[in-house]
């Protein structure tokens, strides 16, 4: 009777523990998991795991809107490798590599190669990832590219050249499972204006960042970034190394040799990986000044005075010109398909409000508060609105962000991630008329 009753208390005390929420992992811990992660808005694209909500009874989905980030690219430009490899080999030259320090030049030295005529293009992943977001997408919601009345797909992408293989591969992948769907393609000049409003490459001058922003973006770089350790381990002579610097800056050195290497996760190519040359120290802080630098970049903090709300409502209108278009009797669209950049993406998010981005940080602050750029910005990075109608014309929107199911916290939902479009409509069309200058 006693081994039953522990039995029976230890199945309860099981039961129990189920039921209590698992505590988040930190920022630490998932970096220690996967160092790649400190690759920020360059991290590769994690699989989801797809969890869906049933709509309530007599919904059926009809329509999507998507805006969706490019897929894994090489480096935008291979140009800043040659002043690295420059200091390196001058360095090799005078005898003053260690072993650890050969490795490292190896490192940048091959991917310096890789990148030759690369620059800014797609890779294979970055294929791979865009074509299997199209599958979820279809194998999630097949209803919306299968209606006869409704075969018409819109694409559109930025003028830059890893957008338009993004595009064809989520579409050629669409195509392929509903050879019905009628694909119609836009990129020029225009879409780069209702898609972005940046230049690529850089921010647009008509919505620069406020001054005190960088300046905050390198005050953390400054107080992150001790290259002492790191020069003992990579040079015979750190004193001497250091005079093979233009300016003497040995941690901007070791933060540029970390730049060149964290986007081997997006490669294919058999590159040698640069974590295990560093500590975990090193790769935690250079993670903390890149997360400050990617928000800054495209989000909203107190120090950039959220200056991105333009590009936000720009695309806003966009979305919601096109979903109207789409709901309209006759409509023969099934899909808004967008492919962009980040520069759009995550100000779309933030002035949405989307769980998860719905706050306004100082600059260094935002990953205490669980905002960690490889999460919320990766490359392949989406955002999807899903539409669903019932008989008697009632049309519902459940919101994706990467593919998981998410809310606008300033805009309570009406069933579970579910929101009406009578109640939707009216808040996006307050954002799309918002003074935002």
């Not at 999807?384 to 008989?391: E, H, L």
Request: glycine share 6%; aromatic share 10%.
């Amino acid at each position: 009777m006693n081994n039953l009753i522990l039995r029976l208390l230890g199945s309860m005390a099981l039961v129990l523990c189920s039921l209590l929420p698992l505590r988040a992992q930190t920022a630490r811990e998932l970096i220690e998991e996967d160092p790649t992660r400190i690759a920020c808005q360059q991290h590769h694209y994690e699989t989801p795991v797809i969890r869906d909500t049933p709509p309530p009874a007599g919904f059926k989905p009809f329509y999507v809107s998507h805006f969706g980030r490019h897929g894994s690219r090489y480096h935008t430009s291979a140009r800043p490798f040659a002043p690295t490899m420059a200091v390196f080999r001058e360095m090799e030259q005078k005898g003053l590599l260690t072993d650890t320090g050969r490795m490292v030049m190896h490192i940048v030295d091959t991917l310096w190669k890789v990148h030759d005529d690369m620059g800014g293009y797609l890779t294979q992943r970055g294929s791979r990832e865009q074509q299997e977001v199209a599958a979820r997408l279809y194998s999630r919601c097949p209803r919306i590219f299968r209606q006869k009345s409704r075969p018409d797909v819109l694409a559109v992408s930025s003028t830059v050249v890893r957008c338009n293989q993004s595009m064809m591969n989520f579409c050629t992948e669409l195509k392929g499972k509903s050879p019905a769907l009628d694909f119609h393609y836009y990129t020029n000049g225009r879409t780069d204006e209702a898609l972005t409003r940046v230049q690529h490459g850089g921010r647009n001058p008509s919505f620069p960042p406020v001054d005190n922003s960088m300046e905050k973006v390198d005050s953390i770089k400054r107080a992150r970034m001790d290259a002492s350790a790191f020069a003992r381990r990579m040079f015979t002579d750190s004193t001497a190394a250091a005079a093979c610097l233009v300016d003497g800056n040995m941690a901007a050195f070791m933060t540029q040799v970390i730049n060149h290497c964290v986007i081997d996760q997006c490669l294919d190519d058999p590159v040698p990986a640069i974590y295990p040359y560093f500590t975990m120290d090193e790769l935690f802080n250079y993670w903390v000044y890149r997360n400050a630098a990617s928000l800054n970049a495209h989000g909203f903090s107190y120090e950039n005075g959220e200056a991105l709300r333009r590009v936000g409502k720009f695309i806003v209108a966009d979305i919601l010109e096109k979903a109207d278009e789409a709901l309209q009797d006759g409509s023969t669209k099934c899909a808004d398909l967008r492919f962009s950049h980040d520069g759009g993406v995550l100000p779309l998010m933030f002035y949405l409000r989307l769980e998860g981005n719905d706050e306004t940080w100082h600059l260094g602050e935002e990953w205490e508060h669980g905002w960690y750029a490889f999460q919320q910005i990766p490359m392949c990075t989406n955002v999807q609105m899903i539409f669903y109608r019932n008989r008697r014309g009632e049309v519902l929107v459940k919101f994706l962000h990467n593919e998981r199911e998410t809310t606008i916290t300033r805009l309570k939902p009406w069933k579970g991630p579910y929101y009406r479009w009578s109640d939707l409509r009216p808040y996006l069309a307050e954002l799309a008329a918002a003074d935002c200058d």
